[in-house]
């Protein structure tokens, strides 16, 4: 079974512009969770869909914003990009949701924001 | 708010060390409870977790994990630790009751040879 895949893997921006990730969950699984991994932050929850739907939210600024399609793909969407924005953002799915499931992680997109 | 607290941000050990590192949550409802890995040029993944039971829990790669509730802990251990551990290690909880999956900032392992 093919893992977690994201895309692009790397990216390079500059201060205003705006980013869409992509993440393609592992086959059947229907969460998809979202996180931004900076060093010394850890791992912080952005949001998860479930069946297309937002489930959950973390405390994102509204330039944060993902959606998820029918074949259980999600994208993220990052507006007016902020030097602050770079991390690695991470894409998780699993079952049923993150809370109770075990969560397959893919490998991150590396967003630099210059 | 809840919190997730790994007050070790970095250890470094032998081979052949015992490991232990600290996991505090502060929440006092049940939880559910995750120690995940990240080892160098992969993905995150899954250690161990526990949801109810035996407090003990057993991972892959030897690793343990106690819950004491009344320490509002879940600390993770190995007995005996092996180069190919250097990795990094999250914990994460879930208060029952809500959606949110906290993770901690992680502690950097290194063991030596």
């Known amino acids: 079974k093919a893992g977690v895949t994201q895309t692009p893997r790397y990216l390079i921006k500059t201060r205003g512009q705006q980013v869409t990730l992509s993440c393609s969950p592992i086959s059947g699984h229907r969460s998809v969770s979202w996180y931004q991994q900076t060093p010394g932050q850890g791992l912080q929850f952005l949001f998860e869909y479930f069946s297309e739907t937002q489930r959950n939210k973390g405390n994102f600024p509204g330039r944060f914003s993902g959606r998820q399609f029918s074949n259980s793909r999600s994208e993220m969407n990052v507006s007016t990009l902020e030097l602050g924005d770079s991390a690695l953002y991470l894409c998780?799915?699993?079952?049923?949701?993150?809370?109770?499931?075990?969560?397959?992680f893919g490998p991150g997109t590396r967003l630099t924001v210059l | 708010a809840q919190s997730v607290s790994q007050h070790n941000h970095h250890v470094i050990l032998s081979e052949a060390a015992s490991l232990e590192l600290g996991c505090n949550y502060s929440?006092?409802?049940?939880?559910?409870l995750f120690w995940y890995v990240q080892y160098p040029g992969q993905h995150l993944q899954l250690l161990l977790k526990y949801f109810s039971g035996d407090p003990l829990v057993k991972g892959i790669k030897g690793f343990e994990a106690e819950f004491i509730k009344s320490k509002f802990s879940f600390n993770l251990r190995k007995p005996s630790v092996q180069w190919s551990d250097t990795a990094e290690y999250f914990c994460a909880v879930n208060a029952m009751g809500t959606d949110k999956l906290i993770f901690g900032t992680g502690t950097r392992l290194q063991v030596f040879p």
């Open positions: 929440y006092g409802g049940t939880v559910n």
């Open positions: 998780a799915s699993s079952l049923v949701g993150q809370t109770t499931d075990t969560q397959y």
